[in-house]
Nanobody, 124 residues
Framework: QVQLVESGGGLVQAGGSLRLSCATS????????VGWFRQAPGKEREFVSA????????YYADSVKGRFTISRDNAKNTVYLQMNSLKHEDTAVYYC?????????????????WGQGTQVTVSS
């Protein structure tokens, strides 16, 4: 069993930065792909970024490419999402998710474990 807890959300002005953290528990975390997703009010949950078990491979949605950076520290059982040049349209609840089988994926249904989410609000 893997548990994930997000933190680091908040209110920031457009153009600013935030760093989200996803703290995990479970002995096999280091073997999991971890993804970040977000969900804005009235919209479906959408893929943001994912990272493989070693951190050597990453995947980004086009909407965040060049602005967001995903990384992980397996010694700390934590995955990070550095978000720069934030835009109003980045406002959403951000979730981290884990999958133990297969490679990087943007599909919500491919992830087995989910955190409770952290709110990110970008004022324009």
């Amino acid at each position: 069993q893997v548990q994930l807890v997000e933190s680091g959300g908040g209110l920031v002005q457009a153009g600013g930065s935030l760093r989200l953290s996803c703290a995990t528990s479970g002995r096999t975390f280091s073997s999991y792909v971890v993804g970040w997703f977000r969900q804005a009010p009235g919209k479906e949950r959408e893929f943001v970024s994912a990272i493989n078990w070693s951190g050597s491979s990453t995947y980004y949605a086009d909407s965040v490419k060049g602005r967001f950076t995903i990384s992980r520290d397996n010694a700390k059982n934590t995955v990070y999402l550095q978000m720069n040049s934030l835009k109003h349209e980045d406002t959403a609840v951000y979730y981290c998710a884990g999958k133990g089988v297969g490679g990087l994926s943007a599909a919500v249904n491919n992830y087995d474990y989910w955190g409770q989410g952290t709110q990110v609000t970008v004022s324009s």
